[in-house]
């Protein structure tokens, strides 16, 4: 286990735990809750140093934990520099449900995107054209060739594919129950998507839009491919012969 400390200008703003070396590099991370990733931006993540403690168990490394934010004060009780959100020791390790219910309350009243101002400023920001346009079309980086080539190749490893194989084995999201907590949630009257829905059906360009999407002859070609893919196995016929 590891208990690291992340300083700038010598004056340490998180302390946090993990079982990766790696977690403990400041550039591999976004950070650790709003206030950490906020000081993060603005300090910039090669600004960062690194303190890293090496302890042999979980029990030792929370202690460790609790003991250095005591140390070193919250900035949200008023008691020192760093932007931790809670006193330690919790951490997401085998954690009860209990714990996991606390830890869920803390976070959600310590999130400021629940206040009715931020949330509309971040309504605001992402609707704007400028953000809009960096996601959109060709600018989506899912659509980059080096993109597109590293995640082919990394679903061509056979480890993680098994690996995300794994997290769906066992998984009751098509049991009957859960297809029928499905269609409530869809049946809902208070269910914002199903206005949403009515406004996207009727309107004109939209409508339009998926029109031409649909006719396009690469899409005609996928679906026809995949059409006959399914009738090739309900047929038991070996669709690449």
Known sequence: MFVY???HNNTPFYVGMTKSAGRTNPLNSGGRGWLCKKTIQEIGKINIVSEVHIVDSIEKAKELEKELIFKYGRIQLGTGTLTNLTLGGDGSHNLSKESKEKLSKRMKENNPARNPETKEKIKLRLNSPDVKNKFLGDNNPAKRPE?????????????????QIAKKIGKSIHSEKE???????L??????MREQHKILNIDPEIKQKRVNALRTPEVQAKISAGLKAAWAKRKGIDSSS
């Open 5 to 7: 400390v992340w300083k």
């Open 147 to 163: 993109v597109r080539a590293k995640l082919l190749a990394k679903w061509q490893e056979p480890e993680y594919r098994e690996k």
């Open 179 to 185: 297809k029928q907590l499905r269609r409530e949630r």
């Open 187 to 192: 049946l809902d009257p208070s269910n914002p």
